[in-house]
């Protein structure tokens, strides 16, 4: 049930940051207060009070973004009392579907979902509800339908990331240039939303020709290079490469630079900030990432749902947004110490 | 002769029933010239059609793409003449990459590195080959299995994150060029030629396309079939190993995410190039020509820059055309036979393509056991 909790914990880079994290506890009770007005009560009560199971499924473990939203959500659990368990929905609504049904048969206290689908798991959520088990939705929104059967909302939209990224290369671009978008997976909210968002910016600004390429298919830097390629071939003076996700954005960094593109010459972005892409930011490869701050986002998810739990505090507002951070070549350091101290 | 009868389809007496020899040439050329037809004229369509697909970087960049789906499509072509499965060998090469990753970064060698792989892939090959021969698990199971725990494995070894970071020397081998060539492309090369040679001049070659064919023919005439299943298998795993090198030389980091639907890819290439899904026929030029066609046909649609929905119809159509040929070879011969031949000798199967090189001349030194060979 929680196998996922311990591999996380042997990694040295997350076993490094949650021990700093914990070490700054008293920064984590400040910070959870920071996000609402009327979790401090409860944040500071916390601890010693009737013991909570949590179940959470997430949408998949392929990401490191997912597996940070855990360790953060599992931190606060510790300090929270809270039984957390842990499953994993694959990319696949219908297995989430069945996932989320199992978890409500254990009669939790209360369950965070980050849904694979915004429709899907709105029936599920709706016999959650009516059993008097408080669902939280993170990272990925559902339907309007929905929200009544949900406590809130835990996340950043991806359409706003993709604004975010767009801006950016308008900004870098000053306003002239060709900008090739390589996706990531058809049909993923990931995928979709930051390019629609993205497209909406571009759209606001006649003077940025966009090459709508081609999708991976899988987030390897293997299939963005393959992409990459074939995209800098049709398209020889592209001044950008926008990609969805890291991984392929360093396949497409290997891609310019065999092609003997000097890293001044092109932009190229990517989402989720890990550590090999932020290491090829601070070397000057990767212009910029976002990181969405998976373990910031988890320890938000997990504090909204035990104050709403524990002493029926909602939400403020129906969805609690969460911070992203932009890691350029300027802020890297900034980012890397946010990380590195637990929030980001 | 009991199992023969329940097998007709694989039954072929020699001397009986045969058709004449000018019927089958016909029908296996038309078989055998299908799908490089298809590739030359895809080639030649796309070169009239866009000035970037035949400049020297688009060739290199195709070759390149195309490596890894080679390597291992090499691989599964022998899995598949052998009448079995592998769907170990995508999430599989996934897995070898990191674990390869992991052991250069720590150890800091490339050697040990490679090793690991190497080591990791025969340990693969060798868990599907045991469970599939000595468990009698059905190798789709079997591999389904494994290419799920692979694929496990994989994600809690690094959350998902890629493995970077590997040694300098490492950085090297990926950026030399032999004769203007990646020195990966060489690699696939070599590959090839080797599984090829091991087809075409070995008893084993010859051993996985009569386990494939009949395999109580097979036992009856003194072949273990137990062994050779495990050695496809454990040849599979060591292509999966050598994709899995190709891989970190080619971004020059593990990729826990690679490769998802690497294996279902290799057997639509095996099969796209004329190998029977059903076993005991096929070969690793035919697999060469199928790959070859679906990274050229991956590259166009990047270069034309279609819609990504309509690529995928596309590629699934190409996928259904080019097997398809093997019924209208079928077509093709019965036209040409009497209704009473016709039956059986349809299914008669076909021997092992001697490839587009002059290296090959017929059957060779080796006798076939249930490919009997036609003589043209």
């Known amino acids: 049930m929680r196998t996922s909790i311990p591999s996380t914990l042997t990694r040295p880079d997350v076993r490094r940051r949650t021990a700093a994290a914990l070490a700054a506890t008293g920064l984590v009770l400040s910070v959870a207060a920071c996000s609402g007005g009327d979790e401090e009560a409860s944040a500071s009560g916390g601890g010693g009070e009737d013991q909570l199971t949590v179940e959470m499924n997430l949408y998949s473990r392929s990401l490191p973004y997912f597996q940070d939203f855990v360790a953060g959500a599992q931190e606060r659990a510790e300090a929270e009392g809270v039984t957390l368990n842990v499953t994993y929905g694959e990319t696949d609504p219908q297995l989430q579907y069945d996932q989320v049904q199992n978890a409500l048969t254990q009669s939790p206290d209360g369950v965070i979902v980050v849904p694979v689908d915004p429709a899907a798991l709105i029936p599920v959520f709706q016999q959650a509800s009516d059993g008097g088990v408080p669902v939280l939705t993170a990272i990925n929104d559902i339907e309007e339908d929905g929200w009544p059967s949900v406590v809130g909302h835990v996340g950043k939209e991806y359409t706003d990331v993709g604004r975010e990224k767009a801006q950016y290369l308008v900004d870098t671009l000053g306003g002239q240039g060709t900008v090739a978008m390589i996706h990531g997976i058809r049909g993923l909210l990931f995928s979709e939303l930051q390019a629609q968002g993205a497209m909406e910016v571009f759209a606001e600004n006649p003077g940025i020709t966009v090459i709508d390429g081609p999708y991976t298919g899988e987030f390897s830097s293997d299939a963005g290079l393959a992409a990459a390629e074939n995209v800098l071939t049709a398209n020889p003076d592209v001044d950008a490469l926008y990609f969805d996700n890291d991984d392929i954005a360093l396949g497409g960094v290997l891609a310019a630079q065999q092609r003997g593109i000097a890293m001044e010459d092109i932009v190229i972005i990517g989402t989720d900030g890990g550590e090999p892409a932020r290491q090829a930011v601070a070397a000057g490869e990767l212009d910029m990432t976002i990181t969405l701050c998976g373990f910031l986002n988890g320890k938000q998810a997990m504090d909204t749902l035990v104050s709403f739990v524990r002493d029926g505090d909602e939400p403020a507002e129906r969805t609690v947004e969460v911070t992203s951070q932009m890691v350029t070549r300027d802020s890297y350091e900034d980012v890397e110490a946010l990380i590195a101290s637990g929030d980001c | 002769m009991t199992a023969m009868r329940e097998r007709p389809v694989r039954s072929d007496p020699p001397g009986e029933r045969t058709p004449r020899p000018q019927v089958r040439v016909r029908g296996a050329l038309f078989d055998r010239l299908f799908v490089p037809v298809v590739l030359l004229a895809l080639v030649a369509y796309l070169s009239a059609t866009n000035d970037a697909f035949f400049s020297r970087i688009n060739v290199t960049n195709v070759l390149m793409q195309a490596s890894i789906l080679a390597i ?63 468990l009698q698990v059905p190798s789709f199971i079997a591999t389904l299995g494994t290419m799920i725990i692979c694929g496990g494995v994989a994600l809690a070894m690094t959350n998902g994150g890629v493995v970077s970071g590997l040694p300098s020397g490492f950085r090297e081998v990926a950026t030399l060029r032999l004769f203007g060539l990646p020195v990966l492309v060489w690699g696939t090369a070599a590959v090839f030629l080797l599984l090829w040679w091991l087809q075409r001049q070995t008893v084993f070659g010859y051993q996985v396309l009569a386990v494939g064919g009949n395999a109580e023919a097979a036992r009856l005439s003194g072949i273990s079939l137990g062994r050779v299943r495990l050695l496809v298998f454990v040849l599979a795993g060591l292509a999966t190993a050598l994709a899995a090198i190709a891989l970190l030389v080619r ?29 005991g026929r096929g070969s690793v030029v035919r697999t060469l020509w199928g790959v070859l066609l679906i990274a050229v046909l991956r590259n166009g649609l990047d270069l034309s820059g279609i819609s990504e929905d309509y690529k995928q119809v596309v590629l699934g159509a190409v996928f259904i055309l080019a097997a398809s040929v093997d019924f209208l070879r079928r077509r093709l011969v019965r036209r040409r036979v009497t209704p009473s031949v016709a039956g059986p000798a349809l299914s008669t199967p076909v021997p092992p393509d001697a490839g587009p090189g002059p290296a090959v001349t017929g059957s060779g030194t080796v006798p076939p056991t249930s490919a009997i060979a036609p003589h043209r």
């Open chain 2, 72 to 134: 291992v499509a090499f691989g599964a072509t022998f899995v598949i003449m052998a009448g079995q499965l592998d769907l170990s060998m995508g999430t599989g090469s996934a897995l070898i990459s990191v674990i390869g990753a992991t052991v250069m970064v720590d150890t800091g060698s490339v050697l040990m590195g490679v090793g690991a792989c190497l080591l990791a892939g025969l340990l693969l090959g060798l868990v599907n080959g045991v469970v599939v021969t000595a």
């Open chain 2, 251 to 279: 971004v020059q980091s593990g990729q826990p995410n690679a490769n998802g639907t690497l294996a279902l890819e290799a057997i639509a290439a095996v099969v796209v190039g004329g190998t029977s899904l059903n076993g």
